[in-house]
């Protein structure tokens, strides 16, 4: 049975942290995050290119094991750039650290790992 009506579509992307201020700081910096709305164990914003991206403290209002499965794990989504290169080093110089340097991929263009302040780690690509 077809339920187009019930399809998924993608919601913001949830980034677990310990400190919104420390990585509200790196995100505003690192990814162009423009600052919609925020509150106490909160934020939530747009990339330049309009990505949903919300930043969220372990709180009361959350699942048990929430911080377990949410800060510091791999965040399997895909930030695109023009140059990686000097993407990266934006990263390092305001905190983050780079996983895996840039390898050529077979299909064209350049991959690495990063982590933002929380070890939270993103595929970072340019095509």
């Known amino acids: 049975m077809n339920n187009q009506e019930n399809y998924p579509t993608l919601g913001p992307i949830i980034i677990g942290t310990r400190s919104i201020e420390k990585a509200k700081d790196f995100y505003i910096k690192v990814f162009g995050l423009t600052v919609e709305d925020e509150s106490q164990n909160y934020l939530s914003g747009r990339a330049v290119d309009g990505t949903h991206i919300e930043l969220e403290e372990d ?31 934006s990263v390092e110089n305001y905190g983050g650290k780079v996983i ?3 390898q050529e991929r077979p299909w064209g263009g350049y991959a690495a ?13 340019q095509k």
């Open 59 to 89: 709180s009361e209002n959350r699942f048990p094991n929430w911080e377990q499965h949410n800060i510091g794990t791999y965040k399997n989504s895909e930030f695109q750039v023009k140059n990686i290169f000097v993407f990266l080093k």
């Open 100 to 102: 895996s340097q840039p």
């Open 113 to 125: 790992e990063i982590s933002d302040l929380d070890g939270n780690i993103f595929l970072i690509a």
